[in-house]
């Protein structure tokens, strides 16, 4: 009998790719898999009673594990390269023992987590910790690069505040009084470079003939960019303006020329893939906001041009050598991102399941086969969609999302690359 493995894919556009790479890495072991969104997963539990369950939200442990009747849990952090009060090991210090022994792999994406781990959490076990780099960024490494020029501008963007995935008015709900600063910030920053963003797209569309590709953060609704963005623009200039929605990052910025950004963990892809990057925190007059919500927010910075108004950033969109080299991003990028990290860090997961997998006794159990989870889900999917047409924005389905076509050549070159 197969062994059965959950993956939470918490955010389509963010978690979903990494999750259908190490699927596949998986199936080629002889297992079954069922890549989730958060609209399934409960079901998904009780039904198909998966062997191993996979999340990267580290509150969830223990409750996933009340709930799945003996399943393992292994946890790969969703944000694995924060430091100080944000990183992984200050964040999980906070749960109790008995809410961190539910967990029975912890995935980390560099050296520096796992030493901050076996520093501050007193009941480190080596064992469970597995440093395997950060599993975005095998769409980095194995996906194949275009270095043709397409003409094109990428505008990454980032205002879930102000432009929430199922509609929800979250700008009200973080200004008032009892939320925290941070989350205040969050939308006062996205404000600013929202308001900046649209200003860059109109000097980009009236003072060049460039095309602009815009990728909303995953958090974000994509209706929202074709019903109130490109309209805003004259007639003339709407067929130069792309909505991007496709699962991949990296995936996008080969489609692109130039990022163009506020500070965001997407800064980190467009390095690797060699992609100029223009940040517009000082137009926007939100780069001490930005500095604050991270701890590696000016190592994000530092890779960037930064305009001090529109003439320069046309001379910056024109300009021949447009790379910076930072070397503290990269010596960051190996402590905490494990970059460059000679295997595909969904391999390496991938291997560690399968040891525990082999060593845990199977009990035999009833459980609906898969075939009828993902009819469930199907209906699930459309009665979602009825009650709310954005619900495809965070909420994975592959009815929204097909498989990138590249998918398959993605893992050959992976297994290749561990011979």
């Known amino acids: ?31 079954e898999v069922i890549v989730s969104s958060i609209r399934q997963f409960e079901m998904a539990i009780k039904l198909w009673k998966p062997n191993l369950i996979i999340i990267n939200v580290p509150s969830l442990v223990k409750y996933v594990k009340n709930i799945s009747q003996g399943s393992l849990v292994a946890l790969i952090p969703g944000e694995g390269a924060e430091q100080d009060e944000f990183s992984f090991a200050s964040q999980w210090k906070k749960f109790n ?19 901050e781990c076996k520093k501050k959490i007193p009941d480190f076990c080596g064992s469970k910790y597995i440093v395997v780099g950060n599993p975005k960024l095998d769409s980095v490494k194995y996906q ?42 969050l939308t006062l920053t996205s404000v600013y ?9 109109k000097v980009i569309l009236e003072k060049t003939d460039k095309n602009i590709s815009i990728r909303p953060h995953p958090l974000e609704a994509i209706e929202t960019y074709y019903e109130h963005v490109i309209g805003f623009f004259d007639q003339k200039f709407r067929s130069r303006i792309s909505i991007d929605k496709s699962l991949c990052l990296a995936e996008w910025l080969n489609n692109i020329d130039i990022m163009v950004s506020s500070t965001s963990t997407s800064i980190v892809e467009a390095e690797l893939l060699k992609k100029p990057i223009i940040s517009l925190d000082k137009i926007s007059k939100t780069t001490k906001l930005n500095s604050q919500e991270s701890s590696y927010s000016p190592f994000l910075q530092g890779c960037c041009l930064i305009p001090k108004n529109f003439s320069e950033f046309l001379l910056f969109l024109n300009k021949k050598k447009k790379k910076i080299i ?18 595909s860090s969904n391999y390496l997961i991938a291997h560690e399941i399968k040891k525990i997998l082999n060593k845990n006794i199977k009990k035999k159990i009833f459980f609906l086969p898969k075939f009828l989870i993902e009819l469930v889900d199907l209906y699930l999917f459309y009665r979602e969609m009825k009650k709310n047409r954005l619900h495809w924005n965070c909420n994975y389905h592959h009815k929204s999302y097909p498989t990138p076509n590249y998918l398959n050549s993605m893992i050959q070159s992976i297994y290749k690359n561990q011979k």
């Not at 043709?148 to 501008?153: G, M, T």
């Open 1 to 31: 009998m197969k062994n059965r493995i959950l993956i939470r894919a918490f955010t389509a556009r963010r978690d979903v790719m990494s999750s259908l790479v190490l699927k596949k890495i998986l199936e080629k072991k002889k297992c």
């Open 326 to 343: 930072n070397k503290k991003f990269f010596s960051f990028l190996k402590e905490f991102h494990g970059w460059p990290f000679k295997q």
């Open 97 to 115: 023992k008995e809410h961190r022994e539910c967990a029975d792999l912890i995935f980390l994406w560099g050296k520096g987590s796992y030493d």
């Open 193 to 201: 470079s929202f308001k900046t963003m649209m200003e860059a797209i």
């Open 144 to 185: 194949t690069k275009r270095n043709k020029k397409n003409n094109v501008i990428g505008m990454a963007c980032r205002f879930p505040t102000i432009n929430q995935h199922s509609g929800l008015p979250y700008a009200m709900i973080s200004l008032q009084p009892n939320v925290p600063v941070t989350s205040q910030n």
